[in-house]
């Protein structure tokens, strides 16, 4: 990954710059990954948090140029907060994911959801924010979040598309899916729709810029096809509880990280049991029973 400092712009490529929010963690790797689109005027994409130093950071790479749109992929408590304040200094509408009216019953990896989130209007599918030169659309991409959006730049660079994957497919790591919102076969949906696309780069939330994405979706839904193949054959040995499971699982893992491994595991577990193929009894999950022929 290449280093960057937070709250200093970088620009991408012509249409496309970004500014590295101050909110490291294990979580998050550098921090939330604030893009730019524009040069005239702009949209932003993911404000990120809601701290003092960041909103005058943004303004200040904004430097005058109007603002057509502050737009949201999802709602959780790094991307979508600073929203309110960078409107009310621009004047800009918030647009793009819709609102959540539940939160994740589950601990919480990333950051909590952002309850007070209003925005101007919700992008469907196919549907657009405009500006001088860019266009960007909204694709849905459910999984991490019910509500997750990915945009679609037509006019990056090379005529090619670029995509800007909020935290759906990111630069550092694999994305957390954690119930009840997050959802498995929501999440390998929206990975193998990425599939069929073209786009020449993404651009995350989290980590560098994606050059091969086709590469990285497939890997990614590669390694979520392995670890549900992992579960169902640790399963067919002994029934076990989801910490047993991550135990055996996830071999030398910082134990920090195991909460979020329980969540993964938890999600892929759900799925599973929506295919019929495994079943839950007083927290401890076993493989279900196979239907005798008759």
Partial sequence: MTEQLPG??????PLVSRVLAPNPSPFTST?????????????????????????????????????????????????????????????????????????????????????????????????????????????????HTSNHLAFVLPEAQDGAGALFTGDHVMGWSTSIVSPPDGDMAAYMAS???????????YYPAHGDPVENPQRLARGMLGHRKQREGQILRLLRDVSATIPAMVARLYVGLDPRLFPAAERSVLAHLIDLRSRGLVIEKAGVWLLSEPVAAS
């Avoid at 943004?58 to 140029?65: D, Q, S, W, Y």
């Avoid at 990975?191 to 780069?201: G, S, Y």
Wanted: glycine content about 10%.
């Fill in 8 to 13: 200093v712009p970088e620009q991408l490529e």
């Fill in 31 to 143: 921090g939330t990954q604030v893009h730019l689109v524009g040069a005239t005027d702009l949209a932003v994409i993911d404000p990120g948090p809601d701290t003092p130093a960041h909103i005058d950071a943004l303004v200040a790479a904004i430097a005058g140029r109007p603002v057509r749109a502050i737009v949201i992929t999802h709602t959780h408590g790094d991307h979508s907060p600073a929203s309110r304040p960078l409107a009310a200094a621009t004047g800009a509408p918030i647009v793009g994911c819709a609102p959540l009216a539940r939160d994740d019953a589950g601990f919480r990896l990333d950051a909590s959801f952002d309850h007070d989130y209003a925005p101007d209007r919700v992008l469907a599918e196919g549907e657009s924010v405009t500006g001088n030169g860019w266009t960007l659309t909204a694709l849905a991409t459910p999984g």
């Fill in 191 to 201: 990975l193998e729709k990425l599939l069929h696309r073209a786009d020449r780069i």
